[in-house]
C-alpha cells in the first residue's frame, strides 16, 4: 500500500497541468503485482487533457494488460495533497476492465494518510459491456 502511494507521488512530478495548476499521480496495480504509473496531461485546447488515472489505464492496457487490483491516486496544488476522487470518465474507464466489488481505489493524501473505496462506491452503476 505504502509503496504504491509513493509510487503515485512519484508519478505526480511529471504531471503537466499549466492551466489548472492541479498536479496528479496514479500508480495502477496489475493483478501479477505490476503497476503502471500515470500523470495528468493537460492542454492548451482543454478538452484533449488526460487524466492521470486514465494515462496509467491506458499505458497498461497497451501493454496486454487486463487484469487490476487496486490503483492508489494522489492530488494537489503545486505543495498540497488533498486525495482527489476520479471523474466520471476515468471511472467508467476501470469499469470498462474491473470489477465494481474488487478492484480498490485508494485516495491518499501521503502514504500515511489514505481512504480506500471500492470501485462501486464511488460508479454502483455504470454502462458495460453486458448492457450491449
Ligand atoms: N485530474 C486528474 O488527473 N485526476 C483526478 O482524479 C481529478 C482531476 C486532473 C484533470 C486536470 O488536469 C486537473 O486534474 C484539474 O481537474
Known amino acids: 500500500m505504502k509503496n504504491l502511494i509513493l509510487q503515485a507521488i512519484k508519478a505526480r512530478e511529471n504531471a503537466y497541468a499549466p492551466y489548472s495548476g492541479f498536479y ?55 505543495g498540497e495533497m488533498t486525495a482527489p476522487v476520479p471523474c466520471g470518465v476515468c471511472l ?14 485508494i485516495l491518499a493524501k501521503s502514504p500515511e494518510e489514505y481512504e480506500i473505496k471500492k470501485l462501486g462506491e464511488l460508479l454502483p452503476s455504470s454502462f458495460s459491456l453486458k448492457d450491449q
Not at 484533449?48 to 487496486?70: H, L, Q
Not at 467508467?92 to 481505489?105: G, H, K, L, P
Open 92 to 105: 467508467q474507464v476501470m469499469a470498462e476492465f474491473c470489477e465494481s466489488d474488487y478492484f480498490e481505489i
Open 24 to 78: 496528479v499521480g496514479a500508480a495502477l496495480e496489475c493483478e501479477d503485482g505490476t503497476v503502471y504509473t500515470g500523470c495528468n496531461i493537460e492542454n492548451a485546447s482543454y478538452t484533449p487533457t488526460n487524466c492521470a488515472e486514465r494515462t496509467a489505464f491506458f499505458k497498461a492496457v497497451s501493454e496486454g494488460r487486463r487484469k487490476f487490483r487496486r490503483i492508489a491516486i494522489v492530488g494537489g496544488k503545486q
